[in-house]
C-alpha cells in the first residue's frame, strides 16, 4: 500500500539520526518515494549526501540552493508529501512546532504542510522529563498529530530512559498501517469473474447472452479501492477497464473455467459475479453451416458449473461468493443455490424487479449468508451495489 507514496521525512539535530538511514532503505525498498528536509544541525550526525544517495532525490536544508541561487520551496516539499515523518524531533525542534517558530526549512516546510504528520522525538531522558517537552508534545496532539512515542533504553549519554527514538522498523510500520487504515482488503488476492460467456456453434455464430460485464467491472474497482489486488476475469464485453486490474479475457464456458481453477488457490476471496452459458452446442462446426432451407438442430449439453467446482474445493480460510438470477421463488431457489454449490455469500438478483439485470447501469440486490441472514437493498447504481457487497464481504473476513 505504500508503493508510489511520497513520505517527507524531517531530521533534526539527534544522534539518532543515523537510523534514518535504514528507514529510508525501508521505505525505498516498499517502493515509496523519498524527499528529506533536515536542520542545519542534523547535517552534523548524518550527511545530506548519504540520504541523498539512499533516497535518490536531492536533500533540502537551506531556503535556497547558494550556488544556484534558487529557493528550495517548502510550500512545494509541504503539498507533495502524502506523509511527514519528522524523526528524530529534538526538544528544540518540537518546542519550536509547538510554538510555531520558523527558522529553519523543516520548520517552514512543517507549517506548509497539509498532509498527515508523524513525529518520533529523540532525546535524553531528563529532556523528555521535562514538563516544557511533555507540555509541547501534548500541544502537537491537539493540533492533530501524531507522536510515535519514545521508546525507553540505553541512551546516547550513557544514561537509561525513555527518550530512544523508536526503531525504523516499527516507524515503517505505523506509516504502512496508516496507509492500510482504510484498505480492509490489504493483502488479500481477490479473483472476480464477469460478463457474458460465448459458446461457438460454426466458425460465426454463438450461443451468448446480454450480460455486459459491468458489475464484475464495479466489483473489481471496489476491491481494488479496498486495497486487495485483483483479478477479473471477463467475457467478451466493451468495458475500458484500467490498468490497475489484472485482466484475463475470454470466450467459452470452457476458458473461464481452466481461467479460474488456474488462479483459485492462491485467491482468498472469488466473486463469480459471471453469466455463464449453462449449455453449450455437442459439436462445433469447423464450416459455416448452410441454410439448407430446413430447419437445424443444434444439439446442446451442459457447460462445466464453474461456482460448484471452486465451493467443492475450497478451502476454510477461502470466502467464496456467488450469483442468482431469478424470475421465481427467487429466495428459496437463491438460499439452495447457497447450500449446493458451497458459498459464503449469494447475491441474488430478481428478474421482476425494475431497474435491474443485464442492460442496466443500475441494480437491485439480496444478499443471503451462509447462516440464511438476508439483506434487501434498494435499487442503486452498480458502484453503490459493489460497495454494499464488499461491506458484507469485509464484515465476513473478520
Ligand atoms: N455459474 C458458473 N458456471 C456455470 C453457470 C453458472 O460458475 N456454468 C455461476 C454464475 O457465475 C453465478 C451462479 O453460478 O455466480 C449462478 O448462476 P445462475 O445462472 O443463476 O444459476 P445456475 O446455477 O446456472 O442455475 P439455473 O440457471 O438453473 O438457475
Not at 550527511?47 to 528550495?72: D, I
Not at 506523509?83 to 526549512?105: E, H, S, Y
Not at 549519554?157 to 522498523?169: A, I, N, Q, T, Y
Not at 476458458?255 to 481453477?261: G, Q, W
Request: a positive charge; proline letters at 4%.
Amino acid at each position: 500500500m505504500i508503493k508510489g507514496k511520497n513520505i517527507l521525512l524531517g531530521i533534526s539535530g539527534s544522534i539518532a539520526s543515523y537510523k534514518i538511514t535504514i528507514l529510508v532503505r525501508l521505505l525505498k525498498k516498499a517502493g515509496a518515494n523519498v524527499k528529506i528536509v533536515m536542520t542545519p544541525a542534523a547535517k552534523e550526525f548524518v550527511t545530506p549526501l548519504t540520504l541523498a544517495t539512499l533516497s535518490e532525490n536531492p536533500v533540502f536544508s537551506e531556503f535556497s540552493n547558494k550556488t544556484s541561487g534558487e529557493w528550495n520551496s517548502h510550500v512545494e516539499l509541504g503539498l507533495w508529501a502524502d506523509v511527514f515523518l519528522i524523526a528524530p524531533a529534538t526538544a528544540n525542534t518540537l518546542a519550536k512546532m509547538a510554538n510555531g517558530i520558523c527558522d529553519n526549512l523543516l520548520l517552514a516546510t512543517y507549517l506548509s504542510a497539509k498532509c498527515p504528520i508523524f513525529i518520533a522525538p529523540a532525546m535524553d531522558l531528563d529532556m523528555y522529563k521535562h514538563p516544557t517537552t511533555k507540555r509541547n508534545i501534548e500541544t502537537l496532539k491537539t493540533f492533530g498529530y501524531q507522536i510515535i512515542d519514545a521508546t525507553e533504553g540505553e541512551l546516547a549519554s550513557g544514561l537509561v530512559g525513555k527518550g530512544r527514538m523508536e526503531e525504523p522498523d516499527a516507524m515503517f510500520q505505523q506509516i504502512v498501517e496508516f496507509f492500510n487504515a482504510d484498505k480492509p482488503l490489504a493483502n488479500k488476492k481477490v479473483l472476480i469473474t464477469a460478463g457474458p460467456t460465448y459458446e461457438q456453434i460454426d466458425p460465426v455464430r454463438f450461443i451468448g447472452n446480454n450480460s455486459s460485464g459491468k458489475m464484475g467491472l464495479e466489483l473489481a474497482k471496489q476491491a481494488f479501492k479496498l486495497g486487495a489486488e485483483v483479478t477479473l476475469i471477463i467475457g467478451p464485453n466493451h468495458l475500458q477497464i484500467e490498468d490497475k486490474i489484472s485482466v484475463i479475457k475470454v470466450k467459452s464456458a470452457e476458458d473461464m473455467y481452466l481461467a479460474v481453477h488456474k488462479n483459485v488457490k492462491k485467491s482468498d476471496v472469488v466473486i463469480m459475479s459471471a453469466a455463464v452459458a449453462d449449455f453449450k452446442p455437442k459439436k462445433v462446426s469447423n464450416q459455416k453451416i448452410k441454410k439448407n432451407n430446413s430447419d437445424l438442430m443444434v444439439e446442446l449439453e451442459p457447460t462445466k458449473d464453474i461456482l460448484k467446482s471452486v465451493g467443492e474445493i475450497k478451502s476454510k480460510k477461502q470466502l467464496l461468493v456467488g450469483f442468482a438470477l431469478e424470475s421465481i421463488n427467487e429466495l428459496e431457489n437463491a438460499k439452495a443455490k447457497l447450500k449446493s454449490k458451497n458459498l459464503d455469500l449469494i447475491v441474488l438478483n430478481s428478474l421482476n424487479d425494475k431497474g435491474a439485470g443485464f442492460e442496466f447501469d443500475t441494480n437491485q440486490i439480496t444478499l443471503i449468508d451462509k447462516r440464511n441472514k438476508v439483506e434487501k437493498f434498494e435499487l442503486k447504481s452498480k458502484a453503490a451495489v459493489a460497495i454494499d457487497i464488499f461491506n458484507k464481504i469485509v464484515s465476513l473476513l473478520k
